[in-house]
């Protein structure tokens, strides 16, 4: 008794193929414009550059402040910024310092006639510190 054989179907391989190919162009979009690809590189090392300028601007004004808390060290405290501090801190002037009153925004107050924001600059400070 003769065996009939099936043909396999002819769409099968087709389909794979299909598959296979689909998978390789979704590869290749990805090494192109995926979020490592090719395209964002030169982004990234934009950003990086970015974060290399504002990370010395910060290392610059981390070393300000190390080296204004270094002045405050008793071995070699300086009179000078001694001085600045306990001005800031209470809000007192020598007689010979010249006042500048300012807005919040750090502008210098003025009046309405120029002789008058003259004279706020030139007044004489009865209290300070000696």
């Avoid at 402040?65 to 209470?90: C, G, K, N």
């Avoid at 500048?100 to 706020?120: F, H």
Wanted: no cysteine; aromatic share 6%.
């Amino acid at each position: 008794m003769p065996t009939r054989l099936k043909r396999p179907p002819f769409w099968r391989p087709l389909a794979m193929t299909a598959a296979l190919v689909g998978f390789q162009g979704y590869l290749g979009y990805s090494a192109l414009n995926g979020q490592f690809g090719t395209l964002s590189q030169e982004q990234m090392k934009a950003d990086i550059e970015e974060l290399k300028a504002q990370s010395s601007v910060l290392q610059a004004e981390i070393d300000s402040y190390r080296h204004r808390a270094s002045l405050f060290d008793p071995a070699r405290l300086d009179p000078d910024i001694l001085t600045e501090q306990a001005r800031a801190m209470l809000s007192m002037a020598r007689p010979e310092d010249v006042v500048v009153m300012v807005d919040p925004n750090g502008k210098p107050i003025a009046g309405s006639s120029p002789g008058l924001a003259e004279r706020q600059l030139t007044d004489i400070i009865e209290d300070g510190i000696d």
